[in-house]
């Protein structure tokens, strides 16, 4: 079972437990930007669900196990297990929801200015430079197999059928 809580600004925790492991993530998102990340605590079996508090240092979250309350602190970005019972006794409650770990959404395209940035198939553009990733133009094949689109030597744009590069002289690999 995994258990989800909105800890404001964009931010999202999510907190699962497998076997002897509490896996703990957590997640953001704000315009053009998403991060996320998790990390596994060893902590034993689970014999209720979490609980999660809000302090003025950050979050704590109480786990109960067969082998006793063990505490995990969220301060910012940070994930990290306490070593002794911290006081909550000016803690806040904060509800946790039953659910499963957010997905992270697709990037959708981005442009500033004279960049612009798009992710599948990955393609970053700025100006006349251009770099791509995870396709092959048919425009840009030869018999003999594909041809890169830039020398890896020098970074020179290369032709269709190119077997040396024009600008250094550098062999060209065909796929």
Request: proline letters at 6%.
């Amino acid at each position: 079972m995994t258990y989800t809580a909105n800890l404001g600004t964009g931010q999202q925790i999510w907190i699962g437990n497998q076997d002897t492991q509490t896996i703990i993530g957590l997640s953001s998102a704000n315009a053009g930007q998403q991060q996320s990340q998790q990390t596994g605590f060893q902590t034993g079996q689970w014999i209720a669900p979490p609980m999660l508090f809000r302090t003025a240092s950050g979050f704590i979250v109480q786990l109960a196990t067969a082998q006793g309350d063990r505490y995990l602190q969220v301060q910012g970005s940070s994930l990290q297990g306490l070593s002794a019972a911290p006081d909550l006794a000016a803690a806040s409650a904060v509800p946790l929801e039953s659910g499963t770990a957010p997905a992270m959404q697709p990037m959708q395209p981005m442009q500033m200015g004279n960049m612009r940035l798009q992710m599948h198939p990955m393609q970053m553009q700025m100006g006349d430079l251009e770099l791509r990733m995870g396709h092959v133009n048919p425009a840009e094949t030869s018999a003999a197999g594909t041809t890169p689109n830039f020398c890896t030597q020098c970074g020179q744009r290369l032709q269709v059928g190119d077997r040396f590069c024009a600008s250094c002289g550098s062999a060209i690999s065909h796929a």
